[in-house]
């Protein structure tokens, strides 16, 4: 069991499955014994927005929202969302970016640049030794469905947290994926299981 | 059982707990999904009224008939139903009536971030505001014993950051009360408000509201935390939570009733501590309430008065009126990024909405809009909003824009849920009071902006049940408007031929554009990506003006034009066929299989 409080950030883009894993994220906390709140910052994200999610665990949590400068984790499920984030990070904070990059209409049509994958890196390589970027698209095409990315990068957050010290025998992958099938229609149980077992593998290998 | 529910879901939660008998809402964010969620309960009756207004007429008509009545809104819904707020306050009713209104700090997706507390001083109505999820249910039984006790309606004030967020809840048991089998009430000197019985209504509901304030001492969601005795925090609703999370070792004072205000117990609180600050968003409502009294309290001369807290809004403000030290500012990393694109929401991928707004944007004529997805519509490339205020306005504001001798011909444009809901008189007066307004109702089958909600046009209803759907020619014809048409929302010529035939008419006319929404579940099954054939694109870009996401630039460059080809996203395109209808070139090939117009 963690003996502090940890508060996670998610960002993505409408539609790519955040609801969802913020929605695992904060039963995982309740169910491994922490307090837990969550808070979504959607707005109109139906129309392809960005999407920002706040997850806290403690021994007592009171806000739902994380004040800016204070999130310890961040999961980014798409590169520029990643990096607009990247201020609301605590220095030196755990980092898990899923490399998909999705073009807003500002920059297909109204000239703005859209970031380079180097640049992403950099900035995040100037707050935290402790980054990963991972293909959770490819890992979830691989197992034959697009939607399960969120899942994959579960998987993987769960095995970063494992090897950061933040979560401790307490939090084993059981947990997640009991808190995960329960979330899940019963035909894709099998599917979100494997997943999750993928985005494990995804970091372990690069340990 | 513990459950994690979203402040919503709690809600929704607590009505069934205390067995509400009708409810009745219109969608709103952040408010939409309490009947959403309370729909699922079984044996409940819970329905989508046209507007917020008829809402709370529903709801205050089960409480006169004896049963707990509840209606559901957002905060600018409440303005709607403002007129029915007020009387009900007057008659009080046979049983609980609970109003929700859920107030948006910040406008994630508003027009104004009214403070509805207002209201409830207004009217002369408790107002109870929950910290959490947990009190967001319990709150619910709570509102209806108040209302019961007192003969009062009630009002239950949620912010966005309740509604949205997610934290534990214990269940609890249905205690539903008993409902008398009898009669509806005759007795006009409490439910006729002719002059007559308004006047002597009056006293009693100014006793009324001076009663609730002695029962407020008492009031167990109204709670004394001790702390330290240099500095004490009066606070409400998810301001608490930043209070707790900020100021660890003050003492606080949380009202989960702040509306009237317990005057003894705050002035106690007050004297206990040596410097008395408030936390509140948005209004200095209890603040100026405090003052009136004659404490000393300061809020908005720390606090902002716009916008949503957080803990580091709550820390910072804190830190720069000396409240808190400096050694307590967490430092941003205040990395650089260089300008990111901005990701505004906008129109989806074969929206039904866009060839309109492609028509409106050629056309160069003045369009008032209206609240709803095709508001998308104001930014470039489509830039065919030009003004929108609040549910149903666009067709009274075109109106009185033509009255007043404005040199272009105004075009309204308004959804179908828009329309049921306020927009229907707004266009009676434009045939009874004659202007040539030419109004253009988007009927996409659905209430889309708040994620599918049925409405009078969609024949379902709430509960899943088939029901009459009103038609919205017939309807238009019947007010006696002579150019009315249907077309397909994807016909972009019968669109344009129609509204160019319009805009120069002389009367009134109605242009009904049909086309259900593309994230339909049996529209979704139609998808077809589209794509584009390189060596016939010429990048002419006129596909890229229609501002549809899956159409891109593509790497390659026209050779004579030197300007990039378009290219299409087939993970986005639904195969709506706009842009192979605009394209010049027949660079774009239609499916194979005609998109069924109006289906």
Same mark, same amino acid.
């Given at each position: 069991?963690?003996?502090?409080?940890?508060?996670?950030?998610?960002?993505?883009?409408?539609?790519?499955?955040?609801?969802?894993?913020?929605?695992?994220?904060?039963?995982?906390?309740?169910?491994?014994?922490?307090?837990? @709140?969550?808070?979504?910052?959607?707005?109109?994200?139906? $129309?392809?927005? =960005?999407?920002? =999610?706040?997850?806290?665990?403690?021994?007592?949590?009171?806000?739902?929202?994380?004040?800016?400068?204070?999130?310890?984790?961040?999961?980014?499920?798409?590169?520029?969302?990643?990096?607009?984030?990247?201020?609301?990070? $605590?220095?030196?904070?755990?980092?898990?970016?899923?490399?998909?990059?999705?073009?807003?209409?500002?920059?297909?049509?109204?000239?703005?640049?859209?970031?380079?994958?180097?640049?992403?890196?950099?900035?995040?390589?100037?707050?935290?030794? =402790?980054?990963?970027?991972?293909?959770?698209?490819?890992?979830?095409?691989?197992?034959?469905?697009?939607?399960?990315?969120?899942?994959?990068?579960?998987?993987?957050?769960?095995?970063?947290?494992? $090897?950061?010290?933040?979560?401790?025998?307490?939090?084993?992958?059981?947990?997640?994926? @009991?808190?995960?099938?329960?979330?899940?229609?019963? @035909?894709?149980?099998?599917?979100? $299981?494997?997943?999750?077992?993928?985005?494990?593998?995804?970091?372990?290998? @690069?340990? | 059982?513990?459950?994690?529910?979203?402040?919503?879901?709690?809600?929704?939660?607590?009505?069934?707990? &205390?067995?509400?008998?009708?409810?009745?809402?219109?969608?709103?964010?952040?408010?939409?999904?309490?009947?959403?969620?309370?729909?699922?309960?079984? !044996?409940?009756? &819970?329905?989508?009224?046209? !507007?917020?207004?008829?809402?709370?007429?529903?709801?205050?008509?089960?409480?006169?008939?004896?049963?707990?009545?509840?209606?559901?809104?957002?905060?600018?819904?409440? #303005?709607?139903?403002?007129?029915?707020?007020?009387?009900?306050?007057?008659?009080?009713?046979?049983?609980?009536?609970?109003?929700?209104?859920?107030?948006?700090?910040?406008?994630?997706?508003?027009?104004?971030?009214?403070?509805?507390? *207002?209201?409830?001083?207004?009217?002369?109505?408790?107002?109870?505001?929950?910290?959490?999820? +947990?009190?967001?249910?319990?709150?619910?039984?709570?509102?209806?014993?108040?209302?019961?006790?007192?003969?009062?309606?009630?009002?239950?004030?949620?912010?966005?950051?309740?509604?949205?967020?997610?934290?534990?809840?214990?269940?609890?048991?249905?205690?539903?009360? &008993?409902?008398?089998?009898?009669?509806?009430?005759? !007795?006009?000197?409490?439910?006729?408000?002719?002059?007559?019985?308004?006047?002597?209504?009056?006293?009693?509901?100014?006793?009324?509201?001076?009663?609730?304030?002695?029962?407020?001492?008492?009031?167990?969601?109204?709670?004394?935390?001790?702390?330290?005795?240099?500095?004490?925090?009066?606070?409400?609703?998810?301001?608490?939570?930043?209070?707790?999370?900020?100021?660890?070792?003050?003492?606080?004072?949380?009202?989960?009733?702040?509306?009237?205000?317990?005057?003894?117990?705050?002035?106690?609180?007050? /004297?206990?501590?040596?410097?008395?600050?408030?936390?509140?968003?948005?209004?200095?409502?209890?603040?100026?309430?405090?003052?009136?009294?004659?404490?000393?309290?300061?809020?908005?001369?720390?606090?902002?008065?716009?916008?949503?807290?957080?803990?580091?809004?709550?820390?910072?403000?804190?830190?720069?009126?000396?409240?808190?030290?400096?050694?307590?500012?967490?430092?941003?990393?205040?990395?650089?990024?260089?300008?990111?694109?901005?990701?505004?929401?906008?129109?989806?991928?074969?929206?039904?909405?866009?060839?309109?707004?492609?028509?409106? #944007?050629?056309?160069?004529?003045?369009?008032?809009?209206?609240?709803?997805?095709?508001?998308?519509?104001?930014?470039?490339?489509?830039?065919?909003?030009? *003004?929108?205020?609040?549910?149903?306005?666009?067709?009274?504001?075109? /109106?009185?824009?033509?009255?007043?001798?404005?040199?272009? /011909?105004?075009?309204?444009?308004?959804?179908?849920?828009?329309?049921?809901?306020?927009?229907?008189?707004?266009?009676? !007066?434009?045939?009874?009071?004659?202007?040539?307004?030419?109004?253009?109702?988007?009927?996409?089958?659905?209430?889309?902006?708040?994620? /599918? +909600?049925? #409405?009078?046009?969609?024949?379902?209803?709430?509960?899943?049940?088939? *029901?009459?759907?009103?038609?919205?020619?017939?309807?238009?014809?019947?007010?006696?408007?002579?150019?009315?048409?249907?077309?397909?929302?994807?016909?972009?010529?019968?669109?344009?031929?129609?509204?160019?035939?319009?805009?120069?008419?002389?009367?009134?006319?109605?242009?009904?554009?049909?086309?259900?929404?593309?994230?339909?579940?049996?529209?979704?099954?139609?998808?077809?990506?589209?794509?584009?054939?390189?060596?016939?694109?010429?990048?002419?870009?006129?596909?890229?003006?229609?501002?549809?996401?899956?159409?891109?630039?593509?790497?390659?460059?026209?050779?004579?034009?030197?300007?990039?080809?378009?290219?299409?996203?087939?993970?986005?395109?639904?195969?709506?066929?706009?842009?192979?209808?605009?394209?010049?070139?027949? &660079?774009?090939?239609?499916?194979?299989?005609?998109?069924?117009?109006?289906?």
């Amino acid at each position: 069991m963690m003996n502090t409080s940890i508060n996670f950030l998610l960002a993505g883009v409408g539609g790519q499955g955040t609801i969802l894993a913020s929605d695992v994220l904060v039963n995982v906390g309740l169910a491994a014994g922490f307090q837990a @709140k969550q808070a979504e910052v959607h707005g109109m994200s139906q $129309r392809g927005g =960005s999407v920002t =999610s706040h997850v806290r665990w403690g021994k007592v949590v009171y806000s739902p929202l994380i004040g800016a400068g204070e999130a310890d984790v961040l999961l980014a499920f798409e590169e520029l969302e990643a990096l607009r984030s990247l201020n609301a990070l $605590r220095p030196g904070a755990l980092v898990l970016v899923n490399t998909q990059v999705i073009e807003p209409l500002t920059a297909i049509s109204g000239g703005q640049a859209y970031p380079d994958d180097a640049s992403v890196r950099l900035a995040f390589a100037r707050l935290t030794p =402790s980054m990963e970027f991972i293909n959770g698209e490819e890992i979830a095409g691989a197992l034959g469905n697009l939607k399960v990315t969120n899942v994959v990068l579960l998987g993987a957050l769960s095995a970063l947290l494992e $090897r950061g010290g933040q979560a401790g025998a307490g939090l084993t992958p059981d947990i997640w994926l @009991k808190v995960i099938t329960e979330r899940v229609p019963p @035909k894709h149980v099998e599917l979100n $299981r494997k997943a999750f077992q993928a985005g494990r593998e995804a970091v372990e290998m @690069k340990l | 059982m513990i459950k994690m529910l979203s402040g919503n879901e709690a809600v929704a939660r607590g009505m069934w707990e &205390a067995g509400v008998v009708v409810a009745s809402a219109y969608p709103g964010t952040p408010s939409t999904e309490i009947l959403e969620n309370y729909s699922l309960f079984p !044996n409940v009756y &819970a329905e989508w009224a046209p !507007n917020e207004k008829v809402a709370v007429d529903v709801a205050i008509g089960a409480a006169y008939a004896g049963r707990r009545g509840m209606a559901v809104m957002k905060h600018v819904g409440l #303005n709607v139903a403002a007129d029915s707020f007020m009387y009900t306050s007057m008659t009080g009713m046979e049983a609980g009536l609970v109003i929700v209104t859920a107030d948006d700090p910040a406008m994630h997706s508003s027009q104004n971030e009214q403070d509805n507390r *207002t209201f409830a001083k207004f009217g002369r109505v408790p107002c109870l505001e929950p910290s959490d999820s +947990q009190e967001a249910k319990d709150l619910v039984r709570a509102a209806f014993e108040l209302s019961e006790r007192f003969d009062t309606p009630v009002l239950l004030r949620l912010t966005t950051r309740i509604c949205h967020s997610a934290s534990a809840v214990e269940l609890g048991e249905r205690t539903a009360p &008993a409902v008398e089998p009898k009669p509806f009430p005759r !007795n006009p000197a409490k439910y006729v408000m002719v002059p007559g019985n308004a006047v002597k209504r009056h006293p009693v509901i100014e006793q009324r509201i001076r009663d609730i304030a002695s029962f407020a001492e008492a009031f167990p969601y109204n709670r004394v935390e001790p702390g330290s005795r240099s500095l004490g925090i009066l606070t409400c609703g998810v301001a608490y939570q930043y209070a707790r999370e900020v100021f660890p070792d003050a003492s606080i004072l949380r009202l989960g009733m702040t509306w009237p205000l317990p005057e003894k117990m705050i002035r106690e609180f007050a /004297h206990s501590v040596e410097r008395l600050i408030v936390i509140e968003e948005l209004d200095p409502f209890i603040e100026e309430a405090v003052r009136l009294m004659g404490i000393p309290a300061e809020g908005k001369s720390i606090f902002p008065i716009t916008g949503e807290f957080d803990p580091r809004v709550v820390r910072e403000s804190a830190i720069q009126s000396g409240l808190l030290p400096a050694s307590a500012h967490v430092p941003l990393p205040d990395l650089e990024t260089g300008p990111l694109p901005s990701r505004p929401p906008v129109l989806c991928p074969g929206c039904p909405h866009r060839p309109t707004f492609y028509i409106l #944007n050629k056309l160069k004529v003045p369009v008032n809009g209206d609240i709803g997805c095709y508001t998308l519509a104001l930014t470039p490339p489509l830039s065919a909003i030009h *003004t929108c205020g609040c549910m149903g306005a666009g067709i009274g504001v075109a /109106h009185g824009a033509a009255k007043a001798g404005s040199p272009e /011909h105004h075009v309204a444009v308004i959804g179908d849920s828009t329309f049921y809901h306020t927009g229907i008189p707004a266009l009676i !007066n434009v045939v009874y009071n004659h202007s040539p307004v030419t109004t253009v109702i988007l009927d996409n089958r659905i209430t889309g902006m708040t994620g /599918h +909600q049925d #409405n009078p046009g969609t024949g379902r209803t709430l509960l899943g049940q088939e *029901t009459v759907r009103v038609e919205l020619e017939p309807l238009v014809r019947a007010l006696g408007i002579r150019n009315v048409r249907s077309v397909p929302g994807f016909d972009v010529k019968a669109i344009e031929k129609t509204l160019k035939e319009y805009v120069k008419l002389d009367e009134p006319s109605v242009l009904i554009v049909v086309e259900p929404c593309a994230l339909l579940p049996d529209v979704r099954k139609r998808w077809m990506p589209l794509e584009v054939l390189a060596d016939k694109c010429n990048g002419c870009t006129l596909c890229f003006r229609i501002g549809c996401p899956a159409i891109l630039k593509s790497e390659e460059l026209d050779e004579k034009t030197q300007r990039p080809k378009a290219l299409i996203d087939a993970g986005m395109c639904t195969g709506c066929e706009v842009c192979a209808q605009i394209c010049p070139r027949d &660079a774009i090939p239609f499916r194979p299989v005609k998109v069924e117009a109006g289906a």
